[in-house]
């Protein structure tokens, strides 16, 4: 596991009340300029972080499924999406249709996906930090920087680049 996931981990619990001030900065610059930074930002820690020795979305969120990843989902797995829906989902206390267990059931001893070319498309887009999505999911990023070091460590970097 890297040093980075390794740091995370110490400092993430530690580290809640620090990403609500960096957020309450950075929610104040949102728009194009931010979301420009926090594409290139999510690129240069996406090159040191590997999600592969880390999985923490795989084993603390359940993603959002939509009837669209389940219709996907069912055919590739031979099941209706009924049986699928019954086997795998259920609805969060927001109302949303999730899986039903965390960790994910898809989710591999090695931290692969084993419905990666086909996952739901939450998963697709998680973590919601590269361009046109960094401002318009701006309440997912204090969640998701304890399950997810990169958050973690894209806030960071875009608040020190923006002071």
Known sequence: MSQLIEAWKRRKD????????????LQKRK?????????????NVFKKIDCLDCAGCCTGIPPIVTKADVTRISKDFG???TEFESKYLTMDEDGDTVM??????????DNKCMIYEIRPKACRQYPHTNYMDFSKNMRL???????????????REIDSRMR
């Open 100 to 109: 039903n267990t965390t960790p994910c059931p898809f989710l591999l001893t």
């Open 31 to 43: 728009g194009k300029q931010l979301d420009m930074l926090a594409d290139e930002v999510h690129d």
């Open 141 to 155: 990023h204090l969640p998701n920087a304890s399950v997810c070091p990169a958050v973690f460590y894209i806030l």
């Open 79 to 81: 099941m209706s999406p």
């Open 14 to 25: 530690r580290a809640s009340e620090e990403n609500r001030e960096i957020l309450k900065r």
